[in-house]
Structures are given as C-alpha cells and as structure tokens.
C-alpha cells in the first residue's frame, strides 16, 4: 500500500513529466500485457494502456554521498497484478537498466517491517538487510551489483529481458 493520495489522470501525467525532466529519478511503468501485444501492427502503448497500468517502479539518487548508489521502490498499485511475479520482473529489469546506463554499483531499499512480501522480493533478489529504523518500524536492504561474490546478483541481473531500442 502506497501513502501517496490518489491523483486525476492529468495530474499523474503532470507528475510523470516532472519526473521525466528529474535527473534525481528514474521511473518505469509497469504494463500487463494485453493479447495484441507482440503481433505485427499492434503498440505496446496504445490509449487502451491505461486499463492495464498495474504500478511502477522507481529509482532515487539521493544519496549525496555516493553519486553512484540509488534507492529503489517498486509499487504494483492494482491487486489484480499482485503475487503474478510483476514486481520481481521489473525490479530485475530496472536494476539491468540501472546498472548498464546509470552506473549504479548500490542499490538499496527502504521496508515496512510487517511487509513480509516486499522483504522476501528483496532477500530473493540478494538485497541483504544493512539497517534498521526502529521509529519508522522500516527495514534498510542493499545490494553491490559489482559484487563478484553475489551468484544472486550475476544470475538476476542476467535474467532480465531486454528489448533493443526500435
């Protein structure tokens, strides 16, 4: 559950632009699929991706003191979408983005501790905990992609699927 208010569609789009020209975020929308995705002719957007909009996923750079290092949520805000692998698949991919055009070498991740769904994404994924915020009740998870002793790291990172620019 996120804590951010339900927005109109045209402040979600005023949002989404104002983040485009942020160069502290990064931000991918997750999209189900829809059967014409992939046959000739059709579009991956069309005016009917909104029904489809399951969440998002987000990156912030704002750690001052390592330009290098960014946190990461994931939201897949329809329930409809939850517990189908969503979340992993695109945190997957945007820290394959992150790590190939950003040149991120740490990710880490801020958790409510009675969100035992987003802490085992994370533990699955090789975030290990590195903090704890007991008046926030939030779990602090890392991961150094570079790590070369991290098989977890290599093996995610590896499975994301890419598509070339068109």
Known sequence: MTASEPLT?????????????????????VLASAESDGKPGSSYVNENA?????????????????????????????????????????????MAYATSKLNVTRFFCKINDTN?????????????????VGAFRQVEMELFPKDKRSEVVDTVLKSAVIHPAQ
Not at 16 to 28: A, G, M, V
Not at 66 to 79: G, L, S, Y
Request: one cysteine or more; charged letters at 35%; proline letters at 1%.
């Open 116 to 132: 035992d769904a987003s802490l085992q994404l994370f533990n699955t994924l090789g975030y290990v905990k590195c903090n704890y």
């Open 50 to 94: 909104l029904d489809r909009m399951a969440g998002d996923v987000n990156l912030f750079f704002n750690d001052y003191d390592d330009p290098h290092a960014c946190e990461i949520e994931v939201m897949i805000a329809e329930e409809k979408y939850r517990r189908k692998g969503f979340a992993k698949e695109v945190v997957k991919l945007m």
């Open 9 to 29: 569609l045209e402040e979600e789009f005023e949002m989404q632009q104002s983040w485009r020209e942020d160069d502290k975020k990064c931000t991918f929308i």
